[in-house]
């Protein structure tokens, strides 16, 4: 497993305009990343553990920025996570990085990514985890 720590950025906020913002980790040029793509993962904030999906890569739906940005969008969490520091646990492969027509499509797109990674750790962690069943709704 992969995993990834750092704190929490502020971003462009275009996931915030369509009902899924999302945690953009500063990470140091010299982490080494996981392939460009979109993950199932279990980020850790305040000692408790959040399943989310997380982007590794550029947003070729959303500009033209070449800069490779880590965004993990964790459903129901609502909390101010400017400045705090979250683990990143890689854990599912979900796809390669896409472009879509609208960011309409990319939440689709996303909720589907949620729907995959609460199959993958509801069967993974029986006992639950800090947000699950707002990912749940998110289905």
């Known amino acids: 497993m992969y995993t990834l720590t750092g704190i929490i950025i502020h971003g462009k906020g275009n996931g915030r305009?369509?009902?899924?913002?999302?945690?953009?980790?500063?990470?140091q040029e010299e982490d080494k990343l996981p392939e460009h793509g979109v993950y199932g993962v279990m980020a850790w904030i305040d000692g408790k553990r959040y399943a989310g999906v997380t982007n590794v890569g550029t947003r070729p739906s959303v500009d033209n920025d070449p800069k490779t940005t880590v965004e993990t969008y964790i459903p129901g969490l609502d909390m101010d996570l400017y400045g705090k520091k979250v683990m990143i646990e890689f854990y599912l492969f979900l796809r390669g990085i896409q472009k879509f027509d609208s960011l309409e499509e990319v939440k689709n797109q996303v909720a589907q990514d949620v729907r995959r990674t609460r199959d993958y750790f509801h069967k993974m962690f029986p006992g639950g985890f800090a947000n699950e069943e707002e990912t749940k709704e998110t289905s």
């Open 17 to 27: 305009k369509v009902g899924m913002p999302t945690a953009n980790l500063q990470y």
